[in-house]
């Protein structure tokens, strides 16, 4: 279910916990409640018992700011490789060390 759909379904009084707003987002809940201690997200409201409830649009923000830093083509197939393979396992890399002893 997106965002849009819980939103129609529930009204504006949808809210969720964590795992949910970062599963929405497309992040780790490590990852949303990294960005919420060091402040690049606002903080959410919390329950009595503590416990940070987010709120729809609280949800969107998240989601444009993990839009805004993950480049679009971050993931996809086409991506060109960050660095070169790493050899199979059990395999040295080939550097010319054996030519030399």
Not at 65 to 81: E, G, K, L
């Amino acid at each position: 279910m997106t965002l849009g759909e819980s939103r129609a379904k529930l009204g504006q009084d949808w809210t969720c916990q964590a795992h949910e707003a970062a599963r929405i987002a497309g992040v780790s809940k490590n990852t949303l409640l990294r960005w919420l201690r060091q402040g690049k997200v606002p903080e959410v409201a919390r329950d009595r018992n503590g416990w940070r409830v987010f709120s729809a649009e609280d949800v969107e923000r998240i989601c444009a700011y993990a839009r805004r830093i993950t480049p679009p083509d971050a993931f996809s197939a086409s991506a060109p490789p960050v660095g070169p393979a790493a050899p199979p396992r059990g395999q040295a890399a080939e550097t010319g060390a054996e030519e030399a002893a």
